[in-house]
């Protein structure tokens, strides 16, 4: 069974700190990982992508990748209200069940 | 921005009724998904299609279901004989490549009563 495993959350950050989402597969095949943002009653959209083990960085964001030990994760710096979203973590083609975030004023 | 475009973006349906859900991927693009979502629950993937054929399914992807590229720009999902736990969001996603994520369309709500 090819998982994808995130912490449910939710996960509480006060605007300007950093927020830090984690995610776990089980498919130690899968070559291309996601990052995406939901936000309530949309479709998901793509932050950010990252295929090779080390930091991917845009912007506010920065992805991890560590295919020995099968985590990716994803920061975000300086935390904005607007960042207030559902975070799902992809080993392509699978979702995880995201990390509802709150970035509180 | 190229979208991807989804139609009806709501649909009731009898249960044991056929439905097809349509799906426009952005139009250089080559890998296509579907994925459904029951209401607050996980973005579940469903199946994908590459050079016109089904590359991976998963567990949910039965017989029920079955998908089509009727022509070049049209990516269908046929439910064969719906369910009430058949209701759901169902988002079309497509990409250009296997490893650069996926954009979405804004999703189909079927509701089977």
């Known amino acids: 069974q090819k998982e994808v495993e995130q912490n449910s959350g939710p996960l509480s950050v006060p605007e300007g700190a950093i927020a830090s989402l984690n995610c776990t597969y089980s498919d130690r095949g899968s070559q291309s990982f996601f990052w995406y943002r939901q936000y309530s009653g949309k479709s998901p959209e793509l932050i950010m992508f990252?295929?090779?083990?080390g930091d991917k960085e845009d912007g506010r964001f920065t992805a991890q990748l560590n295919k020995a030990s099968q985590y990716v994760s994803l920061l975000i710096r300086d935390s904005q209200p607007s960042d207030s979203a559902t975070y799902l973590c992809?080993?392509?083609?699978?979702f995880g069940a995201g990390t509802r975030l709150t970035v509180k004023p | 921005e190229p979208e991807v475009t989804q139609t009806p973006s709501h649909q009731v349906t009898q249960m044991g009724q056929e439905v097809i859900l349509r799906c426009v991927p952005i139009?250089?693009?080559?890998?296509f998904y579907w994925y459904r979502q029951i209401l607050g629950q996980k973005v579940e993937f469903l199946v994908s299609f590459y050079n016109n054929e089904i590359s991976e399914k998963s567990e949910i992807f039965d017989d029920q279901f079955s998908v089509e590229r009727p022509d070049g720009s049209n990516f269908t999902l046929k439910i064969r004989s719906t369910k009430l736990e058949d209701s759901a969001m169902y988002f079309c996603?497509?990409?250009?490549?296997?490893?650069?994520?996926?954009?979405f369309g804004s999703g189909t709500r079927l509701t089977v009563v």
């Open positions: 992809a080993s392509a083609p699978r």
């Open positions: 139009s250089n693009h080559l890998y």
């Open positions: 996603a497509s990409s250009d490549s296997h490893n650069y994520g996926y954009t």
């Open positions: 990252i295929y090779s083990n």
